[in-house]
């Protein structure tokens, strides 16, 4: 388990819950406990800032809503990817695994590149 929580960075919060939803329809909690349990505890989002975001995804049209009974026998909003939502978890996957390979090649350098 890890000790620190790590704080998101801008712009993250959203492709992580359409990843989350990419597996198939989820609740708020739900999602706020997938999260940490599949990174130890390391992301821990906080309410204040998801349902904001998924608000925010839904009028984008990311995702779409329906009440439905959790497995506890309560009433909860699941959350659906959309098609349009897929194809933006396309393209933000595509464009932060391009960053993180990049930084990750920056900062693995242990030499100073020639000048060109």
Same mark, same amino acid.
């Given at each position: 388990?890890?000790?620190?929580s790590?704080? %998101?960075l *801008?712009?993250?919060l959203d492709? @992580?819950?359409?990843k989350t939803l =990419?597996?198939?329809?989820?609740h708020?909690?739900?999602i706020?406990r997938w %999260?940490? *349990?599949?990174?130890?505890?390391? @992301?821990?989002?906080?309410e204040? =800032?998801?349902?904001p975001?998924?608000?925010?995804?839904?009028?984008?049209g990311?995702i779409?809503?329906?009440?439905?009974?959790?497995?506890?026998?309560?009433?909860?909003?699941?959350?659906?990817?959309t098609?349009?939502?897929?194809r933006?978890?396309?393209a933000?996957?595509?464009?932060?695994?391009?960053?993180?390979?990049?930084?990750?090649?920056?900062?693995g350098?242990?030499?100073?590149?020639a000048?060109q």
């Amino acid at each position: 388990m890890a000790n620190d929580s790590i704080d %998101l960075l *801008q712009g993250s919060l959203d492709l @992580l819950v359409l990843k989350t939803l =990419s597996w198939g329809p989820m609740h708020g909690f739900g999602i706020a406990r997938w %999260l940490r *349990q599949l990174t130890d505890d390391a @992301l821990q989002v906080e309410e204040g =800032s998801l349902y904001p975001a998924l608000y925010r995804m839904e009028n984008k049209g990311w995702i779409a809503s329906e009440w439905r009974v959790t497995e506890n026998n309560r009433r909860a909003k699941y959350y659906r990817l959309t098609p349009a939502g897929r194809r933006h978890l396309t393209a933000q996957s595509n464009q932060w695994l391009r960053f993180a390979g990049l930084m990750i090649e920056v900062l693995g350098m242990r030499e100073q590149p020639a000048p060109q």
